[in-house]
């Protein structure tokens, strides 16, 4: 393996077992969500795998893409095999434009670390129906996360600096679009008036930011005390535009119900990088909650089930 990529794939983990080790009790107890609380099932899986990005297609489809080999999978069904679609060099966020092409982020290995100095990463865009794989665009500090909104615009965050890039249809890429330490994942809100991300390394918690005014970012989390290892990671919302995320290293997936407040939906494996509700009515379908780990495993989270959440789109 290539020792670019191999240094990719443990960089992650690498950061998020130093946080875990570096504190002796687990992360503090949170009350568990009302009618959570479930053992996690395992849905799919990839040997040797350390999954970074997670969505699902209409047909309840998931794709994920994998640091370690940059390669993009697809499960058709929870239990299915994965079968590789693509490759993307340092493969990262997943996120879906308004005509149904998947975005993939490129560019998620140690250059994210100087990231806003060489904006060396940028995003792949990938068509289902044919299998092509084109460049989108280029520039970015990372894309770690990806969101996009009705129009097309996309952002890209990196958890490792500091700069979100935006880009608009046709790929003209504003690198610095807002500067916002630490930020990881991302996903807008129906409405398109806010990006959610975690805040992984710096100050970790959740926070949104206001697309018409980037500068003025609000926070929803802030993790403080044995809680300031948890290490938030790539998130998603419910259907009533409540953050769910995963806290990494312990594989715990959380709710914020209020500002300062969150429950447990319930675990899935250590080093649990992402989550996705499903799409469709059949395979990973709408309603269910699922999460990626740096082990290469995919699960539901039974607690999560939320008949009227779906993958995030445009």
Not at 261 to 268: F, V
């Given at each position: 393996?290539?020792?670019?990529?191999?240094?990719?794939?443990?960089?992650?983990?690498?950061?998020?077992?130093?946080?875990?080790?570096?504190?002796?009790?687990?992360?503090q107890a949170a009350a568990i969500c009302p009618g959570a609380g479930q053992a996690s099932v395992r849905a799919g899986s990839v040997s040797g795998a350390a999954f970074e990005g997670l969505t699902v297609d209409p047909r309840g489809r998931a794709y994920v893409t994998d640091l370690s080999s940059g390669r993009v999978f697809r499960i058709d069904a929870p239990g299915a095999a994965a079968v590789p679609v693509a490759t993307v060099p340092g493969a990262g966020g997943l996120a879906w434009t308004p005509d149904g092409k998947l975005?993939?982020?490129?560019?998620?290995?140690?250059?994210?670390?100087?990231?806003?100095?060489?904006?060396?990463?940028?995003?792949?865009?990938?068509?289902?129906?044919?299998?092509?794989?084109?460049?989108?665009?280029?520039?970015?500090?990372?894309?770690?996360?990806?969101?996009?909104?009705?129009?097309?615009?996309?952002?890209?965050?990196?958890?490792?600096?500091?700069?979100?890039?935006?880009?608009?249809?046709?790929?003209?890429?504003?690198?610095?679009?807002?500067?916002?330490?630490?930020?990881?994942?991302?996903?807008?809100?129906?409405?398109?008036?806010?990006?959610?991300?975690?805040?992984?390394?710096?100050?970790?918690?959740?926070?949104?930011?206001?697309?018409?005014?980037?500068?003025?970012?609000?926070?929803?989390?802030?993790?403080?005390?044995?809680?300031?290892t948890a290490a938030p990671d790539g998130l998603t919302l419910d259907s009533q535009n409540r953050p769910v995320l995963p806290f990494n290293p312990s594989g715990r997936i959380v709710r914020v119900d209020a500002p300062g407040?969150?429950?447990?939906?319930?675990?899935?494996?250590?080093t649990t990088s992402v989550v996705s509700y499903g799409r469709g009515s059949t395979g990973f379908s709408a309603g269910r909650l699922f999460a990626a780990t740096f082990g290469g495993v995919v699960y539901e989270i039974p607690g999560g089930f939320d008949p009227h959440a779906t993958t995030a789109t445009p």
């Open positions: 393996m290539n020792i670019l990529r191999a240094a990719a794939a443990t960089m992650a983990a690498s950061a998020l077992a130093a946080l875990t080790a570096a504190v002796a009790p687990a992360a975005l993939i982020g490129y560019g998620s290995n140690p250059s994210v670390l100087v990231g806003d100095a060489v904006r060396a990463a940028g995003i792949d865009e990938f068509d289902p129906a044919t299998g092509a794989l084109t460049r989108y665009a280029a520039g970015v500090s990372a894309a770690s996360g990806l969101a996009v909104g009705h129009d097309g615009t996309a952002y890209a965050t990196n958890d490792f600096a500091t700069l979100v890039g935006r880009i608009r249809p046709g790929g003209a890429v504003q690198a610095d679009w807002a500067r916002f330490p630490s930020a990881n994942g991302a996903v807008l809100d129906p409405a398109g008036q806010f990006l959610y991300v975690s805040r992984t390394f710096s100050n970790p918690g959740v926070s949104r930011i206001p697309i018409g005014n980037p500068g003025a970012s609000q926070s929803l989390l802030d993790l403080t005390g044995p809680d300031i407040h969150y429950c447990e939906l319930g675990t899935a494996g250590p």
